[in-house]
């Protein structure tokens, strides 16, 4: 029994710390499968994060703090876009840009906000999300084994987390059931032909990097009004970086996404568990390594397990129309 509820704590876990993973991800994918490469995830996500922890504090409203984390993403998004589509720049260059600024700039103004060392007021009550417990939760309790599963595992999560794992299949559904999809990845594959077909390239791609926008906006309000009860400088701790490698890891697709996703954040949760805890035959191991455990992994798996991972065939290159 031990075990059985060291797992359930262990799968909880990996759960929660899955949905940012899992949002960035997918926000990547529709880029991505667009023509448009965005190392800005960990940007965006921060400065997401940032907007939503300093507007729910000063509000003391968690939808409007949901609302700025996206319109902050989709802005900084418009403006990747507009370096690598419109002007046709490195793609790169525009990503690692947005990751340098925003992790400075959210460090300045919370300072000069709040000043709390970039910190925003701790939230609590309607300034952050609240857990959602399913009907006959605490009646099924202490039923075995099907009992935790509901009411621990499966119930007492935020909306943003529903959400998150909901995102898989409707963005299955958008990428390969719906035109907007399908043209999308044409853009993806061969711009030269979309746009001989009458469609815009340029703002297929716009779309693409607005829906991105939207996916990590969701993202960093997870970490400043669900997991965490407000904004911490540096939050985001590179989650953008396994978000993209998952991303790769699954090869572009959604299910797949998921699944690598919760590798990841179960590779994370067991490094947490571990913490401070001696292993079997091992004993003491220092806290820094458990903290480097997932990112030690990520690479082993990226390097060893992935096989070929082909991108689209036009990511990363910007679209000249021919005269």
């Known amino acids: 029994m031990d075990f059985f509820q060291t797992l359930m704590a262990l799968l909880e876990s990996t759960i929660r710390v899955s949905v940012p993973l899992i949002f960035a991800a997918l926000a990547g994918l529709f880029t991505e499968r667009a023509g448009v490469f965005d190392i800005g995830l960990e940007?965006?996500?921060?400065?997401?994060?940032?907007?939503?922890?300093?507007?729910?504090?000063?509000?003391?409203?968690?939808?409007?703090?949901?609302?700025?984390?996206?319109?902050?993403?989709?802005?900084?998004s418009l403006v990747h876009g507009f370096a690598s589509i419109t002007q046709r720049g490195s793609q790169i260059v525009s990503g690692v840009a947005i990751n340098f600024i925003v992790a400075g700039s959210t460090v300045i103004l919370g300072e000069a906000w709040f000043r709390q060392g970039g910190r925003t007021p701790a939230l609590s009550g309607d300034a952050r999300f609240q857990t959602i417990t399913f009907p006959f939760a605490e009646e099924l309790?202490?039923?075995?084994?099907?009992?935790?599963?509901?009411?621990?595992?499966?119930?007492?999560?935020?909306?943003?987390?529903?959400?998150?794992?909901?995102?898989?299949?409707?963005?299955?559904?958008?990428?390969y059931r719906t035109r907007f999809g399908l043209r999308l990845r044409a853009v993806g594959e061969n711009p030269g032909a979309v746009d001989t077909a009458g469609i815009s390239v340029i703002w297929m791609r716009y779309k693409a990097v607005?829906?991105?926008?939207?996916?990590?906006?969701?993202?960093?309000?997870?970490?400043?009004?669900?997991?965490?009860?407000?904004?911490?400088?540096?939050?985001?701790?590179?989650?953008?970086?396994?978000?993209?490698?998952?991303?790769?890891?699954?090869?572009?697709?959604?299910?797949n996404i998921m699944l690598a996703c919760l590798l990841f954040g179960f590779l994370d949760a067991f490094a947490i568990r571990l913490q401070g805890n001696p292993l079997p035959l091992i004993g003491q191991v220092p806290v820094q390594l458990m903290q480097a455990l997932p990112y030690i992994l990520t690479v082993i798996l990226l390097a060893g397990f992935i096989g070929k991972a082909i991108p689209p065939k036009a990511g990363g290159i910007p679209y000249v129309k021919e005269r």
């Open 210 to 255: 607005i829906c991105c926008g939207i996916l990590c906006g969701f993202a960093g309000a997870y970490l400043s009004l669900a997991m965490n009860a407000g904004f911490v400088k540096g939050m985001t701790a590179g989650k953008g970086y396994i978000a993209l490698a998952a991303l790769i890891f699954a090869k572009w697709r959604p299910l």
């Open 141 to 175: 309790r202490g039923v075995p084994i099907i009992g935790p599963i509901y009411a621990d595992l499966l119930s007492g999560h935020f909306l943003l987390t529903y959400l998150a794992f909901a995102m898989v299949p409707i963005s299955w559904w958008i990428l």
């Open 43 to 76: 940007g965006k996500m921060l400065g997401a994060a940032f907007a939503a922890g300093a507007v729910a504090a000063v509000t003391g409203s968690v939808g409007a703090g949901l609302l700025a984390a996206v319109l902050i993403s989709v802005l900084l």
